[in-house]
């Protein structure tokens, strides 16, 4: 066969994804890479994920329990796909399922933890919860192509934020290494998963004036993560039914369901409180998050796309306040140098043209 369609494989490890080719053949699924690499999944255990309807996106795994997911994208790729595996046809996307069934459970778990007692175990779950299956709801969570843009991958600009997150949560105290993904979108918004997870949208970073307001919405971001906000949300609406996908190794599913909610106003003061405190110590001042909030208020008279990060958080005045009446106890430097900045702004370019 001669058709082949771009596509990005995931490992189920990481959140990273890796741009490659997916080709039909006669026996096998290849998957071939820009570096020559090939790898090949057979027909005969060949598992439908999910598709988008209109036969032009269809989203693989090598086995219906393998960790592995193949999004392959062009006019016609689930037809090429039906006519070499027909079975695909009667597969039900394991996807769907998994969702339908893991929302129907989570509510009946949910109930009966607040009956026996919930609240006073919730902490204690927390605490326990392998950090393995952290990280892996976290990258299923930022690797959901139906909740996100396209991934950018500049690569000076995406180490420049890693730097830059290595700076801020240091001495922090995390468990977990904060690992920063940019999407592509034109939405102001941020946010964190779990496993030490953080999205930036692209439209948040080309709305900031700075660097400095880039690195005080990270900030911002990682004390989510430190206070471990993500993780609590999720057992809040999942509960028990955490562990049960944990041990059947389905635990990424549940992972979107965190997205549609918003944060209280406790953790979003203990997020600002753990802002300024890793703004601090790095040195970094906490002006730029004031000053960033202070536009963004002037903009939203006009009605720019504010999602998440501003929309769901508490008023921009109030915070505005408090990062303004912040006095840095030190010398300040900014949070990237020019280059760098530069880096990050284009961070996206490749996936824009």
């Known amino acids: 066969m001669s058709e082949s369609y771009e596509a990005t494989l995931y490992d189920g490890l990481s959140a990273a994804g890796r741009a490659c080719v997916a080709a039909p053949t006669i026996n096998a699924l290849e998957i071939r890479f820009p ?3 090939v790898i090949s999944w057979p027909y005969a255990t060949l ?6 309807g209109d036969g032009n996106r269809v989203v693989l795994a090598p086995g219906r329990d393998a960790d592995e997911r193949l999004t392959a994208t062009g006019p016609g790729v689930f037809r090429a796909m039906l006519a070499v595996v027909p079975s695909l ?22 109930l009966a933890l607040v009956w026996a007692g919930y609240p006073l175990i919730k902490d204690g779950l927390v605490a326990v919860f392998p950090a393995a ?7 299923e969570m930022v690797n959901d192509e139906a909740m996100f843009d396209k991934p950018c991958t500049g690569a000076a600009g995406l180490a420049a934020l890693d730097d830059l997150a290595e700076r801020l949560s240091e001495g922090a105290g995390l468990r977990q290494p904060i690992t920063v993904h940019v999407r ?32 005080g ?11 471990r906000h ?45 802002a300024l405190e890793l703004l601090d110590k790095a040195g970094i001042r906490a002006n730029g998050l004031a000053d960033f909030f202070d536009r963004m208020a002037e903009k939203q008279k006009d009605r720019i796309n504010f999602t998440g990060f501003l929309r769901t958080h508490p008023p921009l005045a109030d915070r505005s306040a408090l990062m303004h009446g912040h006095k840095p106890p030190g010398a300040t430097r900014p949070a990237l140098t020019d280059q760098q900045w530069k880096d990050v702004r284009a961070v996206c370019q490749p996936v824009r043209e």
């Open 217 to 227: 919405v990270l900030a911002h971001e990682i004390g989510h993560v430190k206070h």
């Open 133 to 139: 299956w952290s990280n892996r709801i976290g990258a």
């Open 35 to 37: 570096d020559g690499d």
């Open 230 to 274: 993500p993780l609590k949300r999720l057992i809040d609406v999942a509960g028990i039914q955490l562990i049960v996908t944990g041990i059947s190794g389905d635990v990424g599913a549940v992972g979107t369901m965190v997205l549609m909610l918003n944060y209280g106003r406790r953790d979003e003061a203990q997020a600002d409180s753990a």
């Open 89 to 110: 046809g009667d597969q039900q996307p394991t996807r769907g399922y998994r969702m339908a069934a893991l929302t129907a459970g989570a509510i009946v778990a949910v």
């Open 47 to 52: 598992a439908l994920v999910s598709d988008e």
């Open 184 to 215: 592509a979108g034109d939405e102001v918004n941020a946010f964190a998963a779990t496993g030490g997870h953080v999205v930036l949208l692209d439209g948040l970073i080309q709305q900031a004036a700075t660097p400095d307001e880039v690195a």
